[in-house]
């Protein structure tokens, strides 16, 4: 975490094109290319372990332009 702003790694394509699109973000390939005008918004970001092995999956909710 930079600047109290969480980040994800090794996001898939599809993927993160839908989670820009449901946070209204745009994607940027370097941290250092954020602005504030490329933020998207969730009202709740969570992580949540499960299984033997512990694998995480990350729930991003309450997006603004969700479906």
Same mark, same amino acid.
């Given at each position: 975490?930079?600047?109290?702003?969480? $980040?994800? *790694?090794? =996001? %898939? %394509?599809?993927?993160?094109?839908?989670? $820009? !699109?449901?946070? %209204? $973000?745009? !994607? =940027?390939?370097?941290? /250092?290319?954020?602005?504030?005008? #490329?933020?998207? /918004? $969730? %009202? *709740? =970001? *969570?992580? =949540? /372990?499960?299984g033997?092995? #512990?694998?995480?999956?990350?729930?991003?909710?309450?997006?603004?332009?969700s #479906?």
């Amino acid at each position: 975490m930079q600047n109290e702003l969480p $980040a994800v *790694r090794w =996001v %898939g %394509g599809v993927e993160i094109e839908l989670l $820009a !699109i449901a946070t %209204g $973000a745009r !994607i =940027v390939p370097r941290f /250092s290319e954020l602005t504030p005008e #490329k933020l998207g /918004s $969730a %009202g *709740r =970001v *969570r992580e =949540v /372990s499960f299984g033997t092995t #512990k694998d995480r999956m990350l729930f991003v909710e309450e997006c603004q332009n969700s #479906k």
